[in-house]
């Protein structure tokens, strides 16, 4: 039976911070609700809104957080671990960078910084199925991002080592959230090794096809590599377990194209917009979305160079609302149709 996609869903980690409503799970989420968001996806990383220890060892905890949710009028539509997935791997240039995602106890410590990541990671599987949840989302983290450019030649193996470290690294991960029945929705984005289709492919196969490694989906980031993220969609929509609704524009000149020229976000050719703003064919993408029965939740992702995230927020989610497509339950065309007759079929074949 088709089923109709669920929204409109927040990811809170752009508007969380220490004034209200934005500095507890209960104002932000009733904030959220009154804007008309019927789901919220939380940021594990994020103590103001949400312990993830604790939600994964307490049920109790669990039930806790669900009811604050369910009081505000919203659900949880998943966790993320964006931050902790994105340090289970990590390339040297990026350390002094990386370990701002982390406590103070493992900076300077790439080794315990990881372990820490990997403990995150799995309590993410564990806190999910406390909370009722079958998908997450997060990043794989990268080794072999400073390559991307193929000059200076890479010796050969390089990617290939990279992408085997990256498999043993996520493969017991994966495995602990096969066991808790939770999918992982990696978000194809550059500076993480899986950044576009092809990517991802080469990740899941050193993994070796591990039904929990699964996307979520979002355009922007192919609308600024210039991929086709419509036909994404007819070739991996069966991986495909979250979405992100996020726009961008990309406006090349004589000056700047995909690389965008080490410019400020305000300044490049390709930029993140408010949802409406930019050039992403949502019409498009929640159509064939809704082809593929995609029926989990459409989360809006708010990052935009130039709006106001409060009124990005309040104009996300009629937008959402208005892109939904309430799935028919019968064709268009059944008034004209009538029983079946084998003889009458044979016969109009001249049979």
Not at 91 to 120: C, I, L, T
Not at 164 to 187: A, H, M, S, T
Not at 300 to 312: A, N, T, V
Not at 337 to 349: E, F
């Amino acid at each position: 039976m088709p089923t109709t996609m669920k929204g409109p869903g927040l990811f809170l980690a752009q508007f969380a911070g220490d004034a209200a409503p934005f500095n507890s799970l209960a104002s932000i989420t009733k904030w959220a609700a009154g804007l008309g968001y019927k789901g919220v996806q939380i940021p594990t990383w994020d103590a103001r809104l949400f312990d993830l220890e604790k939600a994964a060892s307490s049920k109790t905890y669990c039930d806790e957080v669900k009811g604050i949710c369910a009081d505000a009028g919203v659900e949880i539509t998943e966790l993320s671990t964006h931050l902790q997935g994105q340090l289970v791997a990590v390339h040297p240039a990026y350390d002094a960078q990386m370990d701002g995602f982390a406590p103070p106890s493992v900076h300077n410590n790439p080794k315990a910084r990881q372990k820490w990541a990997v403990e995150q990671m799995k309590f993410g599987a564990k806190a999910s199925r406390n909370l009722g949840l079958n998908a997450s989302v997060s990043f794989t983290g990268s080794l072999a991002f400073p390559y991307l450019y193929p000059f200076p030649q890479r010796p050969a193996g390089l990617i290939e080592e990279a992408f085997g470290e990256l498999g043993k690294r996520w493969k017991p991960i994966l495995d602990v959230y096969e066991d808790n029945g939770v999918d992982v929705g990696y978000e194809i984005h550059p500076s993480e090794d899986v950044f576009d289709g092809a990517t991802f492919e080469m990740f899941l196969d050193v993994v070796g096809g591990h039904k929990r490694c699964n996307i979520n989906y979002d355009p922007s980031h192919f609308l600024l590599q210039q991929l086709d993220y419509l036909e994404f969609i007819d070739i991996y929509h069966e991986r495909i377990k979250a979405f992100h609704v996020k726009d961008a524009e990309f406006n090349p000149t004589g000056r700047q194209g995909v690389y965008s020229g080490y410019q400020s976000w305000t300044n490049r050719a390709g930029r993140f917009r408010s949802l409406g703003d930019g050039q992403v064919d949502f019409g498009g993408i929640f159509s064939k979305l809704t082809q593929y029965n995609y029926d989990s939740w459409a989360v809006l992702e708010w990052e935009c160079c130039l709006k106001h995230p409060e009124d990005g927020a309040a104009e996300g989610a009629p937008f959402i609302q208005h892109h939904i497509i309430r799935v028919t339950e019968r064709a268009f065309d059944d008034f004209a149709s009538g029983t079946t007759d084998k003889k009458l079929l044979r016969a109009m074949m001249g049979i």
